[in-house]
């Protein structure tokens, strides 16, 4: 089936036509068009929604000339390393691990602003002398419209290596994305926000293993409480639950509250605290200097 008959055929398309239809129609094909003209592609493939849906396109685009690849990194949590293969199968897109060493570099370990920039450098520099080997023409990652507003210094990273954006130059949104990801009938359609796990650290306090082990044992565990989006933000002997604010409910009763002091105690937390202001991603992004986050 062609990327466009996912849109015509279907009972999902059928029954609930997506808002402004055509337009979608019109940007996912120049979003094909424009990855079938680069010939052979590395899809930087984190297994979220935006990169699953590019590495979905690709393999449309380009077939076997496209292969996705995904960072092998303490920072990437197990579980989410285990959705992207199965999904890379489950679609027959060419996807592979590779290690990368971000940990090794004491700029990305102390955490300043500049971390993402260090993490996408070394994921950048590895997928480029893979593309160089391998005879690869182009790096591609899923960078969408609407992250282009927020302090993402990875992006200054992708510039520095010529990585493309295809689905900025599509001009697709992330709403947009999720909705083509529903028609092509993509499990990622409606995956909650994901990030690193090193972004769950505050700037200043060192990235390690240890304490981003931490967090993911205290998100997996939450997870299979029921929620969905939320984040644990790791502040020393304190940890800060942020939880999507249609969620908040299922975390207000004493014995849910109960729950999660338990699971974050034995992490070795003295002090497991609820954001009354709920999940919002990058929060801590406004700890940073104006300056800094525009000079993004």
């Known amino acids: 089936m062609t990327p466009m ?39 930087a493939y984190s297994g979220g929604t935006d990169s699953a849906y590019l590495a979905w396109a690709a393999k449309q685009a380009l077939g076997e000339n496209a292969i996705a690849i995904t960072a092998d990194s303490a920072s990437i949590p197990a579980s989410h390393k285990r959705d992207a293969g199965e999904f890379a199968r489950q679609f027959g897109i060419r ?30 520099t590895v997928l480029e002398n893979i593309a160089s080997v391998r005879g690869f023409e182009h790096i591609v990652y899923g960078v969408n419209r609407d992250d282009l507003g927020d302090y993402r210094p990875g ?6 290596h010529q990585v493309k ?42 990235v390690t ?13 939450m997870k299979a409480l029921g929620f969905r989006q939320f984040r644990t933000r790791f502040h020393g002997e304190l940890v800060r639950i942020e939880i999507a604010r249609e969620e908040m409910p299922l975390a207000l009763s004493m014995e849910m ?39 993004s």
């Open 95 to 124: 996807h592979e691990f590779v290690p990368t060493s971000e940990f090794e570099n004491p700029e990305y370990v102390k955490n300043d602003a500049n971390r993402c920039f260090h993490c996408k450098d070394e994921l950048f």
């Open 155 to 160: 992006q200054r990273a992708a510039k520095l």
């Open 5 to 43: 008959a996912h849109l015509a055929s279907g009972s999902a398309a059928e029954s609930n036509p997506a808002p402004a239809g055509k337009l979608l129609e019109e940007k996912q094909t120049k979003l094909i068009d424009s990855l079938r003209g680069m010939r052979r592609v590395i899809v």
């Open 165 to 206: 954006a295809p689905l900025v130059e599509a001009e697709l949104t992330k709403a947009e994305i999720r909705e083509l990801s529903r028609l092509a009938g993509l499990p990622t359609w409606d995956r909650p926000a994901a990030a690193c796990l090193s972004s769950r650290i505050p700037y200043g306090t060192p």
């Open 209 to 221: 293993i240890e304490n981003i082990r931490t967090v993911e044992v205290g998100e997996e565990e």
């Open 257 to 295: 509250a109960g729950r999660l002091s338990a699971i974050f105690r034995k992490l070795g937390y003295k002090f497991v605290t609820l954001d009354l202001d709920g999940y919002r991603q990058g929060s801590l992004n406004q700890l940073l200097p104006t300056s800094v986050r525009r000079a």
